[in-house]
């Protein structure tokens, strides 16, 4: 087989894997394809430069191939697969220990997969290195796929950190109901939800700064900056303004993708209502007596501190509050939220960042 037979099939191979773990992320279910790891991802060596015979092929040195956002973006795929697998898949269904986010199995593989993605970050190429300001990218390309890396690696950090910050929300939410952990489970829950809220912060301002046909991926995390301003849990690390200035950047962001995507605006709404209900759920009989019909413009006022919210499980949709679930320590909720967004606009579609 010559070298490029060989690329052929192995490319062919990542595209079927890609589809698979985007499709199980899409639908909630776990990764169909066995591990990716066992397959070379595709070469970052361009066409003209694979080899015809048996022998290797190889990129001139100093020369970035086209090709090497797709051998970058397949690592990314390979963190996402893990993701699926460990951290919203368990083989027992019916055991809710299995999907606790705090068990130590869990913390461990959330460890080491926060680890494959800083060692990703720091393997980086230049050209599409984000923690290089002083460098300035010439290529629109190499920037471009630049600004989608980054905008996948910090969803990935969303999605490894989301259950144990749904977590962490609940037990402050509602801490009756549940045994009280040890401190060290606490202090893992506390740090793990607030690199959870940095990461969605860090993706909207990724977004808002570039102009990616996918930036109307700020939605997932505008739906953690309403959860953070919710619970009432504590998140001293990250600063009121900075989720005040994060929200603001999510909405203009999407605002400003109307013309190209026309889903953005129903993402704008569903975030406007998911804010308005939890504000009408903190201060139900004050909101009511201050706001008249015609203020309905109002509603999207930023309140600017948290506060504890009401008892009552369900929104005035019908469908159950995403504010009282625990709604996504398992596969098949890890897109729970278009449950509540359906039920404003049925023409809703789900986002998707790969």
């Not at 010559?2 to 890609?18: F, K, N």
């Not at 630049?146 to 037990?171: D, E, G, I, M, Q």
């Amino acid at each position: 087989m010559t070298a490029l037979e060989q690329e052929i099939r192995w490319r062919a191979w990542c595209a079927c894997v890609q589809m698979d773990v985007i499709i199980s992320m899409t639908m909630g279910r776990p990764p169909m394809t066995p591990d990716h790891s066992r397959v070379p991802l595709p070469s970052p060596i361009d066409d003209k430069y694979l080899s015809l015979d048996k022998q290797g092929s190889q990129q001139p040195e100093g020369t970035i191939s086209t090709n090497q956002f797709w051998h970058e973006n397949m690592k990314l795929i390979g963190i996402l697969w893990k993701v699926l697998l460990k951290i919203y898949h368990s083989e027992d269904d019916s055991s809710d220990e299995e999907h606790s986010p705090s068990r130590g199995k869990n913390s461990k593989d959330v460890m080491e997969i926060d680890k494959a993605l800083e060692e990703f970050e720091a393997s980086l190429p230049a050209v599409f290195a984000w923690k290089l300001p002083n460098i300035t990218i010439s290529n629109r390309t190499f920037r471009r796929q630049s600004n989608v890396l980054h905008a996948r690696y910090l969803h990935l950090k969303l999605l490894l950190y989301r259950p144990t910050f749904s977590v962490y929300c609940s037990a402050t939410m509602s801490p009756s109901d549940q045994a009280q952990p040890g401190f060290w489970s606490i202090l893992y829950r506390q740090n793990a939800a607030l690199r959870c809220v940095q990461a969605a912060c860090d993706l909207i301002h990724s977004l808002s700064k570039a102009t990616t046909e996918d930036a109307t991926g700020a939605w997932c995390a505008g739906i953690i900056l309403v959860l953070t301003e919710s619970s009432g849990a504590d998140f001293s690390g990250i600063t009121p303004m900075q989720l005040e200035d994060s929200w603001n950047e999510c909405i203009e962001t999407l605002n400003r993708m109307i013309g190209v995507h026309p889903s953005a605006r129903d993402y704008c709404i569903a975030l406007d209502e998911l804010r308005h209900s939890a504000k009408l759920s903190r201060r139900p009989d004050q909101y009511r007596v201050s706001q008249a019909p015609s203020d309905a413009a109002g509603q999207d006022e930023i309140n600017q501190g948290p506060g504890s919210l009401m008892q009552p499980d369900h929104t005035d949709f019908g469908v159950p509050d995403p504010f009282f679930q625990n709604w996504d320590t398992d596969i098949g909720d890890i897109m729970l939220p278009a449950q509540f967004l359906q039920s404003l606009d049925e023409d809703i579609l789900l986002p998707h960042l790969f």
